[in-house]
């Protein structure tokens, strides 16, 4: 007993050591956060500043010319996936499509264009994508920080590692790429079992039709195009990006119908 009590002595010694922590415990704690939480997170030996995140900002995907931007994400390879992805659980788009009222050919273009129908997770832990712009990027620092402590807060009520989940170098996760307050506001139970699961398809489906709902998606009316690009703009404030997502959704409904 006395062995463990040094122990977490220790990890509290260290802990309190790192600058992260001291701007984030008070929140975290609010949050319902535990420090024994904070402290085992914080003393885990897997803690690293990536200085390439600082390139990846400085040079993103956005800032690209249209054609640039739409030779990543607009191709036959991408097209031939999705409809390929569409075969395999077109049911499950079509149910939440029916729930929702979203064209369930936007929810596959935008998990298309985030993550390539789930082949890319991500190079970073969330962990170390936000700790690395709170402790380098003094711009970013603050909207970081209030990410991070969502990001540990789900964590922490959901029993996940926090060093176990990789996703963007901004700090987005899940096959929709969803940041940590989004995640916690607009993520759905897709399948009924009581857990929001971000590698969980039926939960994907349903939490980007969900925010989309809840960012102007015209349910009502989805071919007023005008709010259909609203909603998308949304979920990633850049023109290109929605360029790139409405014209892949027509794509695939093209290709998928076809066959």
Not at 17 to 25: A, F, G, P, T
Not at 56 to 81: G, Q
Not at 176 to 184: K, L, T, W
């Amino acid at each position: 007993m006395g062995k463990l009590i040094l122990l977490l002595l220790c990890g509290i010694l260290l802990a309190r050591e790192d600058s992260v922590l001291s701007v984030i415990r008070s929140d975290a704690i609010k949050n319902g956060v535990p420090e024994s939480f904070l402290v085992e997170t914080f003393s885990h030996e897997g803690i690293v500043i990536h200085n390439k995140i600082l390139d990846r900002f400085a040079r993103p995907y956005e800032k690209k010319s249209w054609n640039d931007y739409r030779k990543l994400f607009v191709t036959e390879s991408r097209i031939n996936k999705g409809a390929s992805f569409y075969v395999e659980n077109g049911k499950a788009l079509g149910s939440v499509g029916k729930q929702t009222g979203v064209d369930p050919f936007l929810i596959l273009s935008i998990v298309g264009v985030e993550s390539n129908y789930g082949r890319h997770k991500g190079q970073y832990t969330v962990f170390n994508a936000l700790y690395t712009q709170i402790s380098k990027m003094p711009r970013r620092a603050k909207w970081a920080k209030k990410e991070l402590v969502a990001y540990l807060t789900y964590c922490y009520t959901d029993s996940i590692p926090p060093h176990s989940i990789k996703g963007s170098y901004a700090g987005a996760f899940g096959y929709g790429q969803f940041i940590p307050s989004s995640f916690n506001a607009y993520a759905a139970d897709g399948n009924g079992d009581g857990v929001r699961m971000p590698y969980n398809w039926a939960d994907v489906f349903a939490s980007v039709a969900n925010y989309l709902v809840k960012n102007g998606y015209p349910v009502s009316n989805p071919k007023n195009e005008k709010q259909v690009y609203k909603s998308v703009f949304a979920y990633n404030h850049a023109d290109n990006y929605v360029k790139a997502v409405l014209e892949l959704r027509d794509e695939l409904r093209s290709t998928v119908l076809k066959e």
